[in-house]
């Protein structure tokens, strides 16, 4: 899909304005959200590893600077995730290493937010406990029927290629935030 593709986000966050402005906390699934699902021994230093989009990223900072809570929920267990998203990104918080990923949901409402104060985007069975608790719930394209059936909102953009940073523009678009951009005097 070309970028002259895409569709209107900004009428999109319109659509989904009364569900994306009670969000404070963002989080995201890592292998086929934030990856592109290709898993690579990266030899025995660095163990199994992915590559991650910098317009993902970049734009979970920018919420991060913003004030939300911003972090990733995820089976996966690496070197790699936990450098960029501990180290690199520095986000809110990083659960790693549990396919039952409800008890990450269940400790981020113990910090006292609400289900329909968090979105989440996933992708795959393990994920649909958490897109059906969540306030705002997003997948994509490649996820299975039933994933995609539970979600609120289906990207264009596949997973490792900008998808993250699509729900967060809408998120943006539905909350009237513009992301603050030094200029020249």
């Known amino acids: ?14 659509h989904f304005k009364a569900k994306l402005e009670p969000i404070k906390v963002l989080a995201f699934d890592v ?12 030899g025995e230093e660095c163990g199994f590893n992915r590559s991650f989009n910098v317009l993902d990223g970049y734009g979970m900072r920018a919420m991060q600077r913003l004030g939300y809570k911003v972090g990733v929920i995820t089976g996966g267990d690496s070197l790699g995730v936990v450098k960029r ?17 409800r008890e ?13 104060e968090i979105l ?17 719930s997003a997948t994509v394209t490649h996820a299975s029927h039933e994933v995609r059936e539970v979600a609120d909102y289906i990207c264009y953009r596949e ?27």
């Open 1 to 14: 899909m070309h970028n002259h593709d895409l569709p209107d986000f900004r009428a999109i966050g319109r």
């Open 31 to 42: 292998d086929g959200i934030l990856t592109d699902g290709t898993i690579y021994w990266d």
């Open 85 to 101: 998203f501990e180290e690199n990104l520095d986000l809110d918080f990083v659960y790693v290493g549990k396919e039952d990923k």
């Open 104 to 116: 990450a949901f269940k400790e981020l409402m113990a910090e006292g937010f609400k289900a329909e």
């Open 120 to 136: 989440y985007m996933g992708d795959e069975f393990f994920d649909m406990p958490l897109l059906k608790k969540a306030g705002f």
């Open 159 to 185: 997973g490792g290629k900008g998808c993250v940073r699509e729900v967060i523009d809408i998120f943006r678009y539905a909350n009237g935030i513009d992301i603050p951009i030094p200029q020249f005097d």
